[in-house]
């Protein structure tokens, strides 16, 4: 996968998958969304190996969805916590759980409550035009002229 | 990453990411949802190595997300269409679209139209309780008590 090429391509899809299109940079922003902003705290909750934590952690930081903060200086330790685009990817995490719970939903699930009326959140993709549920089947992708795009 | 263990914790995130947790995957749902069936018209849209392909298009006819069907005996020839469950996830593909052109969108991308009416689909997580967006600052994650849970 050539991200820089993900990352220039004029496909909007592809424009976000590149800032965070793997399943453990998923699952590590999951845990920041759950307040986790230690190497370690990631590390014992995804079961992950350091190099490979540590790699993500840098991609994401690279991308602009985490931000690194030193918060020790002895010892040096710093903190990964979101940045504005890292919490506005967290909506779309949660409407993969829902999708998940849908058609790969076996058993008892984690849910999402509202901290203030404890309700459950239910988030779903809706049009924002309409407000009505996106509804694929009557859509058209339009993809500007280009020939050097990759897959879009 | 384990995918056996990732579909069976108790995190519905965790159960989402593991039908479709990578980028090719990721890419290869949004050619279908464009209409691309064969093995061809995904390789030449994403440049992706045929054997990468291969496997892609087999774990996510596994996972359910995409149908394999013979559409000629000879020669053999079979194409992927996406399942309820693949259409389903359209909406979140958009979802990430609408995401990678807020925070990585410079230039000309491309957008998705309505069919019927032309006008350009948004879309959106919002929580489906209150049609309101989705707002993760006041969000609870509450899991179910397991211990063999991968990351959830």
């Not at 952690?57 to 979101?82: C, H, M, Q």
């Not at 919490?87 to 999708?99: C, K, Q, S, Y």
Request: a neutral charge.
């Amino acid at each position: 996968m050539d991200i820089d090429k993900l990352s220039t391509g004029t496909c909007a899809i592809s424009r976000g998958l590149a800032l965070v299109g793997d399943t453990w940079s998923a699952l590590i922003l999951r845990d920041a969304g759950r307040g986790m902003t230690q190497f370690d705290q990631f590390r014992v909750s995804l079961g992950i190996a350091p190099n490979i934590l540590s790699r993500r952690l840098k991609s994401l930081t690279e991308a602009g969805v985490l931000e690194r903060r030193r918060y020790s200086e002895r010892p040096p330790r710093d903190e990964y916590v979101l940045t504005n685009a890292g919490v506005d990817f967290l909506p779309i995490l949660a409407a993969i759980g829902e999708w998940g719970r849908t058609h790969n939903g076996d058993g008892v699930l984690g849910h999402i409550e509202d901290a203030h009326t404890g309700e459950t959140v239910q988030a779903i993709v809706v049009d924002g035009r309409t407000g009505k549920r996106a509804r694929p089947e009557t859509w058209r992708v339009v993809m500007p002229m280009r020939q050097d795009d990759a897959g879009g």
